[in-house]
């Protein structure tokens, strides 16, 4: 055995009868089940963060996700597959969080260095050498690189398949070999970086120019050190002698859990302990330990101070429930603010045709944010909207599409593009063109726009990586262009937040009125996992307190139901019309909601579970009620 080797094999991890008795409520078995699968959990969030403070609560918030929705897994032999695309959604969760706040971040000088995840990796796995430098050389990875490391470190060293890390990021096969070659190669290029600041005697011009570095790692730094390697004569042999990175981790892949995670925090998530002081509660399974208690108290929305207690009673969570939160203040009493907790979950993207954007899985507040201060009235007045003009879809290219558009009775479509030359439809559906993200902002494509119409949409899911996935200040310096067209603006589409204090979108628009820039209407995407009937409220209180928040018209661009972290991934028949009828009447009852799209038009290949035609005429039960619609 190599130096540094630990045998974890994936041999050791629960088998699919283990997930089968779990499903079923089996206490040992979901102990063997978390406890098997932690370490590949720890190690996955831990590399993508970077060792950041938050890791321990994603792995909490990951293993609570996957067995909250265990019961609604109709496919145990994928159980490890399915853990991996809850483990890598809710560190984008946490991206998107730490973005949008960066104030709650832990200062460097109070983190706790002994929770350094790449240093614990170093120690814990003896790790010397070229194998060391590669550890260390993943601090300066890009977000989303880190992110993919994580999942081809472990690739590598015979965790994962291919396949899994294909499904987990939710892209083709041949695109995720494009990203891990580039990722390999920034990879490559941090561990040259490490070499030449560790080199021994020091290079005296690359100290010069790191002089006013802060010793945090980070893609700039990394870009100028890495040059200066390449023209320097003392340095330049750094980028000689590299090992393959493949062979240097195979045999490495998980790292032994921290205490705060293996002795008795998180490991008792699946402990069939007794729990809870609740009168009459039958409890199958406990959260113990006071410090995971409060955490899971302060997420389910219980602010009763770090003294609380939770117990998780997850009779009915492993077998398909809701998983309720019953608070305790230090008298062992119960909180009267006793909370449940959401079972929802973002869902991950389609795989569907280019440009076809992805769903994500929503659980917006019914709760308007407060009113804000006016935004400035659009300089294009908003011309009136007749009722049946309100609805229209999101469509990409298959047979049958002219004939559909006009059979559906929608007043307008659009395909993410500029034009709709391989899109044609009826001459009395109108088209409206988008600028779906910053390649796009071209003089080319806006002459393209400017050709079909008056009215213009802007980026699409800025805030979501494999989409537009622009910063706010990227999109605030092209949104000048757009505005240059003097054609009708709608904002840039969020796929989630659009409500929320201080995310994307906020942040945008509060720029866009510093810079006095112009937003005629907000387009806004929502998807949600609940089938039930309050699908229909969740959804028009979204659309409600957005409106509240920016008194702008709104444009819901993209919507339906969508679960896709357990089964079913999407409701029946039935129940999407009784949505569909729901929603539609709320929006054409509200005057301030300008139009409306289903995502989307063909019920086809991928789209077969949520379009609405199957082809030219042939609508299916969804089709018909949003045909009835408007």
């Known amino acids: 055995m190599l130096h540094g080797e630990v045998t974890t094999p994936m041999a050791f991890q629960p088998d699919t009868a283990t997930v089968v008795a779990a499903r079923a409520g089996d206490p040992a078995a979901v102990d063997r089940l978390v406890a098997g699968y932690l370490p590949l959990v720890y190690t996955i969030v831990g590399r993508a963060l ?79 050498g070229q194998r060391r430098e590669t550890a260390e050389a993943t601090r300066w990875l890009d977000e989303d690189n880190r992110e993919l490391l994580s999942l081809w470190w472990l690739e590598a060293s015979g965790e994962l398949t291919r396949d899994e890390i294909v499904s987990a990021i939710e892209v083709t096969r041949q695109h995720a070999a494009v990203r891990i070659q580039r990722m390999k190669g920034q990879l490559e290029t941090a561990r040259v970086v490490v070499r030449a600041l560790a080199a021994s005697p020091p290079c005296a011009d690359l100290g010069l120019l790191t002089a006013d570095w802060d010793g945090r790692p980070g893609a700039l730094w990394r870009k100028r050190i890495a040059r200066h390697t390449r023209d320097c004569r003392q340095c330049s042999p750094a980028w000689s002698g590299l090992v393959a990175a493949e062979k240097l981790l195979v045999g490495m892949a998980l790292v032994p859990l921290p205490h705060s995670l293996g002795g008795g925090g998180l490991a008792a998530l699946g402990g069939a302990h007794t729990a809870a002081h609740a009168a009459g509660s039958h409890v199958a399974h406990a959260v113990s330990g006071k410090a995971l208690a409060a955490k899971i108290a302060v997420k389910g929305g219980v602010g009763v101070g770090r003294r609380v207690l939770t117990a998780m009673l997850a009779t009915g969570a492993v077998a398909g429930g809701g998983a309720a939160a019953v608070v305790y203040t230090n008298d062992d009493k119960p909180a009267a603010n006793a909370a449940v907790v959401s079972t929802a979950a973002p869902a991950p993207k389609l795989s569907l045709p280019a440009p076809t954007p992805s769903a994500t899985s929503v659980s917006p507040s019914a709760k308007p944010s407060p009113t804000k201060k006016k935004t400035k009235a659009p300089v294009v007045p908003v011309p009136p909207t007749e009722t049946s003009a309100k609805k229209g879809v999101g469509t990409w290219q298959f047979a049958g599409i002219k004939g559909a558009l006009d059979d559906v009775g929608a007043g307008w479509y659009y395909n993410w593009a500029p034009d709709n030359d391989s899109m044609p439809a009826p001459s009395d559906v109108e088209f409206v063109p988008m600028i779906w993200g910053k390649a796009n902002v071209t003089s080319a494509t806006f002459a393209k726009a400017k050709k079909e119409g008056d009215v213009l949409l802007g980026f699409n899911e800025p805030d979501m990586g494999g989409q537009a996935n622009m910063s706010v200040e990227d999109a605030l310096a092209d949104w000048p262009k757009l505005q240059d067209t003097g054609m009708r603006l709608g904002s840039p589409a969020v796929a989630y937040g659009g409500d929320t204090d201080g995310g994307w979108l906020d942040r945008f628009m509060k720029g866009a009125k510093a810079k006095n820039l112009r937003v005629d209407f907000i387009t806004l995407h929502w998807y949600g996992s609940d089938f039930s009937d309050a699908a229909v409220g969740q959804f028009l209180g979204y659309v409600d307190a957005v409106h509240k928040k920016y008194d702008l018209p709104i444009w819901v661009t993209e919507y339906g139901l969508m679960n896709f972290t357990g089964s079913p991934k999407y409701p029946t028949g039935a129940q999407e019309a009784a949505f569909i009828k729901g929603t539609t009447a709320g929006m054409e009852k509200r005057s301030f909601v300008e139009r409306y799209a289903w995502f989307g038009l063909p019920a086809v290949g991928d789209s077969v579970d949520f379009g609405l035609y199957k082809d030219s005429s042939t609508p299916t039960e969804a089709g018909k009620a949003y045909k009835a619609a408007g």
């Not at 909250?68 to 946490?94: C, H, K, M, Y």
């Not at 969080?97 to 706790?112: F, Q």
């Open 50 to 128: 970077d060792g950041h403070a938050d890791v321990d609560d994603v792995v909490q918030d990951t293993m609570l996700r996957v067995l909250r929705n265990l019961g609604d897994l109709r496919e145990p032999e994928a159980f490890r597959s399915w853990l991996v695309a809850i483990t890598v959604r809710q560190v984008r969760e946490r991206y998107r969080v730490r973005r949008a706040s960066p104030d709650a971040l832990l200062p460097d000088d109070v983190r706790d260095p002994g929770a350094d995840f790449t240093d614990l990796a170093i120690t814990r796995l003896e790790l010397a």
